[in-house]
C-alpha cells in the first residue's frame, strides 16, 4: 500500500474507550444461541436454537448468543479484545489524512477487558502529496485548411490546455479539438483512368534470332480516356505506361549465314629452312549456317608462305680452276722446255659458297697432267686459210670495218701424245705453253695477215 511508502510517516495513534454497558439478563425465553461467534465483526451464525437460557448456551464457550431477534451478539468466552480490523480507506484521496482501525472486547465471562468496549487505533496517511489543479484552456487556434480541396469538407481548429496548465494529474474540462464543415466552392477535378488495352499489334520482326536474349516485340497501347483527365481544375494523369509489349512467341527462327572459322593449318610449313608454303583450311562453323542461312562463300583451303627463321643450307661450288701451273718436272731444276719429255702440271681449285652446313663439292680439289713444256719454243709453221669474217667494229663509232685474218700456227713436233701413267693407266699428253712458229713470209708478214672490208649501209646508232 502506498501509505507505507511514504517518507513523512506520521503514527497518530488515538486510543478510544467505548463503554457499552451489556443488557441484563431479563427473559432467558428469547435468547438465541449460536454455535459461531466471529470475534472480528462481532457476529453470530449457525443457529443453534432459540429460548435456550444463555447459561446453558454458553455451557460452551465457542457459542455466542443473542439475547433478543437483532441484539447485539455476544460471545460465551471470557472477555478478551478481537483481532484489530484491517485499516480503514485514508480519509482524504490527496494531501495528508487519516485511517482507523479498531478492536472490541467480547466475552460473556469477566476476562481482560470490559466486554462490549472497543479500542480504536488512527494513523496519517497520504495517497497523494498534491491534490489535482484544473487547467484553463488556451484561446482557439485559427481554422485549419479544410480537408478537401474540392466541394464540401470539415476543418478543424484546436486549444491546449495551458492557461494555466493543470497541476498534480488535473485536467481541463471540455474538448480541445472542434470541427466545422467546410466549402471549398471547387468542383473536383476529374483524374485520368485508363480505356481498356487495344490489341496486340503486328511483330517487330518476322523471325526470331535462334539464342538470342532479345526476341521480337509486340505492342498494345491504351488511352486516357474513361475518363480523361479535366483540366481545370487539372486531374491527374493516369498512372503508369500508355504501352506495354511483349515477345512474340511461335516465329520461325531467322535464316543464319554462316562464317567462316579462322585459317587452321593442314600440315607444317613445307620447308625446314627460310620461306616456304603451308596449306590452311577454315570450316564454315563460325557459325554454320542455320534455318536455311547462306554457305560460306570462298576457298576453304589456301596456301599461305610460311617463314622458318633458319638460313637454309648452301652447298659448295667449285671455283673455276686455277690457270695451269707451268709444265715441269718434280725437280724444278730439271729444265724439259723445248724436249720430248713430259713433265706434269697442276691445277686447282676451291669449294665456295658453302654455308650453314650445305654440301661440300664433291671431286677433286686439285688436277694433273702430262704436259710437253713448249713455251717459248721455235717450231715451224704454216699459215692458216683465211679465217671468217668478223664483227664489224666500231659497232657504232665512224667507218666500221670488217676483218679476216691467216695467221702462222706453229706445227707441233710429232711427240707421243700417250705416255704410260705410274698406276699402269694411259695418259694424254699435252702441249702446255706459247711456241714461237715461223712460216715463210706471206705478203710481207710473218704472223699475220690481215684483210679489212668497209662495212656497207650502216645506219646511225640509236640513243
Ligand atoms: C691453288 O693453290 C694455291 C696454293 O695453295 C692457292 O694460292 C690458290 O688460291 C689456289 N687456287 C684456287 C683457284 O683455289
Ligand atoms: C711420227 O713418228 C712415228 C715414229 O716415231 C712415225 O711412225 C710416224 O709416221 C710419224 N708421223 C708423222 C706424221 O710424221
Ligand atoms: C686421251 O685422248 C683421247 C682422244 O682425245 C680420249 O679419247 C681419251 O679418253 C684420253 N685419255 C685420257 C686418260 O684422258
Request: with cysteine.
Amino acid at each position: 500500500m502506498e501509505i507505507l511508502g511514504l517518507k513523512r510517516f506520521q503514527f497518530l495513534l488515538v486510543v478510544c474507550w467505548f463503554f457499552v454497558s451489556l443488557e441484563a439478563p431479563a427473559e432467558a425465553e428469547n435468547t438465541l444461541c449460536y454455535k459461531d461467534f466471529n470475534e472480528v465483526s462481532g457476529t453470530c451464525s449457525n443457529l443453534l436454537g432459540a429460548e435456550i437460557s444463555k447459561e446453558d448456551c454458553c455451557l460452551n464457550h465457542q457459542y455466542g448468543f443473542q439475547l433478543k431477534q437483532g441484539g447485539p451478539c455476544q460471545s460465551c468466552r471470557e472477555a478478551k479484545w478481537s483481532e484489530w480490523t484491517s485499516w480503514s480507506a485514508c480519509s482524504v484521496s490527496c494531501t495528508e489524512g487519516v485511517q482507523r482501525r479498531s478492536r472490541s472486547c467480547y466475552g460473556y465471562r469477566p476476562g481482560t477487558c470490559l466486554s462490549g468496549s472497543r479500542e480504536w487505533e488512527m494513523k496519517a496517511c497520504v495517497l497523494k502529496d498534491c491534490c489535482p489543479v484544473m487547467g484553463g484552456w488556451s484561446e482557439w487556434s485559427n481554422w485549419k485548411p479544410c480537408s478537401v480541396t474540392c466541394l464540401t469538407g470539415t476543418q478543424l481548429r484546436e486549444r491546449t490546455c495551458t492557461k494555466p496548465a493543470p497541476n498534480c494529474g488535473g485536467t481541463c474540462q471540455g474538448d480541445s479539438r472542434e470541427n466545422r464543415p467546410c466549402d471549398t466552392k471547387q468542383i473536383c477535378p476529374t483524374h485520368g483512368n485508363w480505356g481498356s488495352w487495344g490489341s496486340w499489334q503486328g511483330c517487330s520482326k518476322t523471325c526470331a534470332i535462334e539464342g538470342s536474349a532479345t526476341k521480337p516485340q509486340q505492342l498494345r497501347t491504351r488511352l486516357c480516356n474513361n475518363p480523361s483527365p479535366s483540366s481545370n481544375p487539372p486531374g491527374m494523369p493516369c498512372p503508369g505506361a500508355s504501352q506495354e509489349s511483349r515477345s512474340c512467341v511461335g516465329l520461325p527462327y531467322c535464316p543464319q549465314d554462316g562464317n567462316w572459322g579462322i585459317w587452321k593449318p593442314l600440315q607444317s610449313c613445307s620447308v625446314t629452312c627460310g620461306v616456304g608454303q603451308i596449306l590452311q583450311r577454315r570450316l564454315c562453323d563460325n557459325p554454320a549456317p542455320k534455318h536455311r542461312g547462306k554457305d560460306c562463300s570462298g576457298e576453304s583451303i589456301r596456301n599461305q608462305p610460311c617463314t622458318i627463321k633458319v638460313p637454309c643450307p648452301v652447298d659448295g661450288h667449285w671455283s673455276e680452276w686455277s690457270p695451269w701451273k707451268p709444265c715441269g718436272r718434280m725437280v724444278l731444276s730439271y729444265n724439259i722446255k723445248c724436249d720430248d719429255i713430259t713433265g706434269i702440271q697442276l691445277r686447282n681449285r676451291s669449294c665456295i659458297g658453302r654455308h650453314h652446313a650445305g654440301k661440300r663439292c664433291a671431286g677433286p680439289l686439285r688436277e694433273s697432267r702430262a704436259c710437253y713444256n713448249i713455251e717459248g719454243c721455235f717450231m715451224p709453221g704454216t699459215w692458216t686459210d683465211w679465217s671468217s669474217w668478223g664483227l664489224c667494229e666500231p659497232a657504232c663509232g665512224p667507218e666500221p670495218k670488217r676483218s679476216r685474218k691467216r695467221v702462222c700456227e706453229p706445227i707441233y713436233p710429232n711427240y707421243s701424245m700417250v705416255v704410260e701413267a705410274e698406276n699402269g693407266r694411259r695418259d694424254n699428253v699435252t702441249f702446255w705453253g706459247k711456241p714461237k712458229a715461223g712460216c715463210k713470209p706471206l705478203d710481207g708478214q710473218s704472223k699475220e695477215v690481215v684483210e679489212k672490208l668497209a662495212c656497207q649501209n650502216v645506219p646511225p646508232c640509236e640513243g
